[in-house]
């Protein structure tokens, strides 16, 4: 079945700098758009950034030159570099793919930015 497991996140001064990972099974990795959400507390759930199969990356204005999306399909795995962190980038980040009729997600990894 379809599994995508993050990891990476953490607490973080402002301007500081993590890399969250989404190691990602159970289908075709390759030919799939990646994306990373994001959802802080009482607010809704954000796209951040996504990926085509190609390696070709878009982003939300709010982290464009900070945040940078790449993947590995030899690992199966989807990264997220965030650098010259802020607080409001405090939040649940989330992996998603679609495929098909249906949206996957992993479990969350909690990013923390706070002096």
């Known amino acids: 079945q379809v599994q995508l497991v993050e990891s990476g996140g953490g607490l973080v001064h402002p301007g500081g700098s993590l890399r969250l990972s989404c190691a990602a099974s159970?289908?075709?990795?390759?030919?799939?758009?990646m994306r990373w959400y994001r959802q802080a507390p009482g607010k809704e759930r954000e796209l951040v950034a996504h990926?085509?199969?190609?390696?070709?990356?878009n982003y939300a204005d709010s982290v464009k030159g900070r945040f940078t999306i790449s993947r590995d399909n030899a690992k199966n795995t989807v990264y997220l570099q965030m650098n010259n962190l802020k607080p409001e980038d405090t939040a649940v980040y989330y992996c998603?793919?679609?495929?098909?009729?249906?949206?996957?997600w992993g479990q969350g990894t909690q990013v923390t930015v706070s002096s």
């Open positions: 159970g289908f075709t990795f390759t030919t799939y758009v």
């Open positions: 998603n793919t679609h495929l098909g009729l249906f949206d996957y």
């Open positions: 990926i085509s199969a190609g390696g070709s990356g």
